[in-house]
């Protein structure tokens, strides 16, 4: 089996990987599993230089490894740079930060002392998607090296060089290199890995089929898993909002990564009296975006990573309009087979149409007409996923009252959905399970050990009458 490194602009193989053969990947699962033992036993201090080194690292690199990923997946170079600076902050971040947080709690109880110690569990498998290549593994492996697990990396089989650039990163900057691995595997070696008692913990990032598909498997194991899958964020426009900023940003915020994005705005849910204007305006900011070749500095958008996404998005459009949708915008592919997709923007999403209940992965903005803000929690709710919301409106007080009914993992009011270091990341619903990111997401993957003393202090003799 080859593993392709695809130009999905030009639609040319770069490169072809031949797989690792389960012998290969059950040899590094036994060096990461010895690895382990030795990794736990380094104090915080060593940890956080190697993670320093790491960030420098990547700032070094930033522009080589902004032009894998435009050349690998199609993400403009800009947007590649802004990615691996965002990656080097969340190494510092828990570089500085991962000893307090792992730090012994102390907890009353009858005893002389109790506490809960935070301790590694060992090998963590990860399972990522191609869509923020580095980001996506940086903010599962920052975390988990600096609390003294070790990682092993299957990434997604159409950024093999991507991965291998993440392992270069983390051995350069000195760690042993059989804490961090990059598996050159396909799909049907997973269940094997999840199975193998060495490995302790799955962390994956992707689709709903693919997640509950790892869960079940990790389930039967009796392991941790923490689950990022698909999201259809609602973008709640109420008739208070600075409707000029809420358009302006919705472009933005649907055409993250070419809408290719978890937490990409995908559901425009306006109340009725603006609902007219506000499509008005965000028609024209998509407009004014640029496409092309992704190794321009120009592009603001490049092409959908693979021509079967296209096609895919493609159908659900068709489907959808042929369900009641309205085209408001129309863009889309110029012929089946490619990947460039231009953005459009469908109206009338009704129950019982592919828009309403499924993500659209790519530059398709789905309006929901709401008749007030109670309506709009009711439709933003009326989704299978629930991962992140935004809420636009001049009331601060009542956005922050609102967002409590939103079900969704994150709510940010009058400001586009992000994920950043220092706040926890991740979904209720189908769109999963756990958190990354701050302190939480650094405990998913240790036991929390309750460690409970008695008896008498040491060094000290017993009192006698």
Request: overall charge positive; aromatic content about 8%; glycine content about 8%.
């Amino acid at each position: 089996m080859a593993i392709e490194s695809y130009n999905p602009y030009t639609g040319r193989v770069l490169r072809r990987f031949r797989a690792f053969s389960w012998s290969k990947t059950e040899r590094i699962l036994g060096q990461a599993h010895r690895a382990a033992a030795e990794w736990r036993t380094t104090s915080f201090a060593h940890r956080a230089r190697l993670m320093q080194r790491a960030a420098a690292l990547l700032r070094e690199r930033q522009n080589e490894l902004a032009r894998l990923m435009a050349l690998e997946m199609g993400k403009p170079v800009a947007d590649g740079r802004a990615e691996v600076q965002k990656c080097a902050l969340t190494c510092e971040y828990y570089a500085q930060h991962a000893e307090a947080f792992l730090a012994d709690e102390e907890i009353k109880s009858e005893a002389r002392r109790s506490f809960i110690a935070h301790e590694p569990l060992g090998v963590v498998l990860a399972i990522m998607p191609w869509n923020f290549p580095f980001w996506q593994v940086v903010r599962f492996a920052a975390p988990a090296l600096m609390a003294g697990n070790v990682g092993l990396l299957k990434h997604a089989s159409n950024v093999p060089q991507c991965a291998l650039a993440l392992e270069k990163i983390f051995h350069d900057a000195g760690f042993p290199p059989a804490t961090f691995r990059t598996l050159l595997i396909g799909s049907d070696l997973v269940g094997r890995l999840i199975e193998d008692d060495r490995v302790r913990a799955v962390t994956l990032t992707g689709s709903e089929p693919a997640g509950a598909e790892v869960a079940a498997t990790a389930g039967r194991q009796i392991k941790k898993t923490v689950l990022e899958l698909g999201g259809s964020d609602a973008f709640i426009v109420l008739a208070d909002a600075d409707l000029e900023l809420a358009a302006k940003t919705a472009a933005q915020a649907r055409m993250i990564n070419a809408g290719q994005s978890c937490i990409a705005a995908k559901r425009f849910i306006v109340e009725k009296p603006v609902v007219k204007e506000f499509i008005s305006k965000m028609k024209t900011h998509l407009l004014a975006l640029r496409t092309g070749d992704p190794l321009l500095e120009s592009t603001q958008y490049g092409p959908l990573a693979r021509p079967d996404l296209a096609d895919e998005l493609t159908q659900q459009v068709e489907d959808s309009v042929r369900q009641g949708a309205k085209v408001e915008l129309y863009g889309g592919q110029s012929q089946p087979g490619t990947a460039l997709f231009r953005p459009i923007i469908l109206s009338n999403i009704k129950p019982g149409q592919r828009a309403y209940a499924e993500e659209l992965f790519g530059p398709v903005a789905l309006i929901l007409e709401a008749r007030d803000a109670d309506d709009a929690i009711r439709l933003a709710n009326d989704s299978r996923f629930g991962l992140g919301a935004s809420i636009w409106t001049k009331d601060a007080q009542r956005g922050q009252e609102l967002a409590r009914r939103v079900e969704a993992g994150a709510v940010f009011i009058n400001s586009m959905v992000k994920s950043s270091p220092e706040m926890p990341f991740g979904g209720v619903k189908k769109s999963g399970y756990g958190r990354e990111l701050s302190y939480l997401g650094i405990r998913e993957f240790v036991n929390q050990k309750s460690i409970w003393v008695s008896g008498e202090a040491s060094g000290k003799q017993k009192k006698v009458e």
